[in-house]
């Protein structure tokens, strides 16, 4: 199965071509003939499976014809990262057509992204809250809307987006195709998607969980000794990307400190920097500048780099959801990676939701050598499966993404110990 099966516009495969695709994803198989025939689509599926492309290029091709510089398409996503994600796979897609696309959102002046839709683009990517500005004083017209699509839906209804949705979606016209993504689906989710839907086709890929190429491991520790830990994995562990995972601003901007004073190459990653700061640190990361992002929830949200080895939840996340996302930064397209979870004991109920989500029992390991003072991680979530029982075999050498390179210290890794849970 390749591109060819979809007899896109030879522009658009040019464009396939460029950006070196050749064989679709399950969701891009599935989801892109029913994008093409017109209907409504909910596809639920992780992030890291090709879910931009699935809607992206039936919506190119629809474009094609038709008129040109007027705002045909409208694109919501819950971050300026993933608008400039799907922005630029926007670009390389239609390089070979008239077809413009621009991005709308905060944290930025207005005045650029008021120029390029006075120019005129047939596709706008926007966050709620600018769009909704710029709706207020008149600077985009959205009554020619054709196709909207509702991107990673789950996560605009965490960061509290689902009013500014409604209100942005009575202002569209009624006859449109509507593309509804999201990773899971909490009933707020689904009350939005019964409601603006009209007929639509279900596309699901695997569970609502985690890529099944991920692995996932606990860590039991006291919350004193967490650094310590993670600093004596990094030094173990053969890695691509890192992306560690904390649970407030401040944390993220103190960790990545430390781990900078130790010779690390890392950025940190949260809420309240500049956009421009932002983006700096995410081209970094994803080039290869830095190693290590130290990373919030919500500034981690969209981050597209495939060579992400390890997620390392140094806080556990609040909800069940809030995990699915973060691992899915790892295992994209495909690839293996790993995720490492540090686990105190007052995180039992999330430890139990997380693996009532996953059908199975996280892996509890504990680091050999590693001084744990009078904590004892064998004693921490003690799970009564069956199947937790069954001794299990010493690790694997870790798996990554194919661009491993040892941290300081990698020549000298000892594998971890897994123990009974």
Known sequence: ????????????????????????????????????????????????????????????????????????????????????????????????????????????????????????????????????????????????????????????????????????????PTKRQTLFFSATMPNDIRKLADTILNDPVTVQIGRIAPAQTVSHALFPVPKTLRKKLLLALLQRTATGRVLVFTRTKRRAHTLALDLAKRGYRVIALQGNMRQS?????????????????????????GIDVTEISHVINFDIPDT????????????????????????????????RDIEKTLKTNLERRRLPDFDYGDFNPETQFQSKSPQSKQKQNAPKATRGSGHKRPYRGGSKRKPYRRFKN
């Open 277 to 301: 700061r932002r983006q700096q640190a995410i081209d970094g990361y994803r080039n290869g500048k830095y190693d290590i992002l130290v990373a919030t929830d919500i500034a981690a949200r």
């Open 1 to 172: 199965m390749n591109f060819e099966q979809f007899s896109f516009d030879a522009r658009i495969k040019a464009g396939i071509k460029a950006a070196g695709y050749v064989t679709p994803t399950p969701i891009q198989a599935k989801a892109i003939p029913i994008v093409l025939q017109g209907h409504d689509l909910l596809g639920l599926a992780q992030t890291g499976t090709g879910k931009t492309a699935a809607f992206l290029l039936p919506i190119l091709q629809r474009l094609i014809r038709g008129p040109l510089r007027q705002v045909r398409v409208l694109i919501i996503t819950p971050t300026r990262e993933l608008a400039e994600q799907i922005y630029q796979a926007s670009l390389d897609f239609s390089r070979k057509t008239k077809i413009r696309s621009t991005t709308v959102y905060g944290g930025v002046s207005k005045r650029p992204q008021e120029a390029a839709l006075h120019r005129g683009v047939e596709i706008v990517v926007a966050c709620p809250g600018r769009l909704l500005d710029l709706m207020g004083d008149g600077s985009i017209n959205l009554s020619q809307i054709e196709v909207l699509v509702l991107d990673e839906a789950d996560r605009m209804c965490d960061m509290g987006f689902l009013p500014d949705i409604r209100r942005i979606i009575k202002q569209l």
């Open 320 to 351: 069940v959801d809030a995990y699915t996302h973060r691992i899915g930064r790892t295992g994209r397209a495909e690839q293996t990676g790993e995720a490492f979870t540090f686990a105190m004991p007052d995180d039992a109920d999330m430890v």
